[in-house]
């Protein structure tokens, strides 16, 4: 008996714009991400990786193929459906954070629970753990322009931990951490995965790579290579031969 895997691309395609003014920024990409699995993708710049999250978390529609989390193709999901359905399954690190200015940390992390039906003080509660996890537990009640950048950051991955998300996805969710409070990160997301979720990672540094069971390797909207996690000095050759 097979497992459905938390996240499914099927010949996954991307284009913006149309005519001669096209841009292709994925190319008929398959990827399985399993529940207790962790996967990374690296690239040059511009290969695709974001567009990749972005499709995979339901913020962006593919051109052509198919994107089902939990197993369903979420081109089948009217607008409300697909909101809710990135609420319940999705937990999301942006690149540019997203925190929103006028609410505390505590509240920018409840924000995604309250918005799903979680009463008040049960949101809460679970806002603060999630900040605990993440070492930012006594900033809870301070706004975003009053922590420094990396607490910011931390903030942002409480937010995408909150709740009982099955799929995590991280664009370069250390990039304002120092290298021992990145560790401290890649260790949260690989716990989670230990815990039954599914985390789709784009990183450029093979040190938080070697953390994933798989390495995906993407250069012009396509997928040129994979190989297990662990040692990936071979696969930062690779990357930095394709112009990284």
Not at 145 to 168: C, F, K, T
Not at 174 to 183: F, I, K, M, P, V
Not at 201 to 224: K, Y
């Amino acid at each position: 008996m097979t497992t459905e895997p938390v996240l499914r691309l099927a010949a996954v395609s991307r284009v913006h714009g149309a005519g001669p003014q096209a841009v292709p920024a994925l190319r008929e990409v398959s990827l399985e991400v399993a529940a207790g699995e962790l996967v990374a993708v690296m690239g040059p710049s511009g290969s695709g990786k974001s567009t990749l999250l972005n499709l995979a978390g339901g913020l962006d529609r593919p051109t052509s193929g198919t994107v089902a989390v939990e197993g369903v193709d979420l081109a089948t999901l009217p607008a409300g459906r697909l909101a809710a359905s990135r609420r319940r399954h999705v937990g999301y690190v942006f690149q540019d954070l997203n925190l929103i200015p006028s609410l505390t940390a505590a509240e920018n992390v409840m924000l995604p629970r309250e918005l799903d039906g979680v009463r008040t003080r049960e949101a809460r509660r679970e806002a603060v753990a999630a900040l605990g996890e993440v070492g930012m537990g006594e900033i809870a009640d301070r706004f975003p322009d009053e922590i420094s950048g990396g607490q910011r950051q931390r903030v942002a991955i409480a937010r995408a931990l909150v709740g009982e998300r099955r799929l995590l996805l991280a664009d370069e969710p250390t990039g304002a951490l120092d290298s021992a409070t990145g560790e401290d990160v890649l260790a949260l997301l690989r716990a989670r995965c230990d815990a039954g979720a599914a985390v789709l990672l784009v990183t450029h540094e093979p040190r938080l790579a070697a953390w994933a069971d798989r390495v995906v390797f993407l250069r012009d909207g396509e997928i040129v290579d994979s190989t297990g996690g662990g040692p990936v000095a071979a696969a930062s050759g690779r990357i930095r031969e394709a112009g990284e």
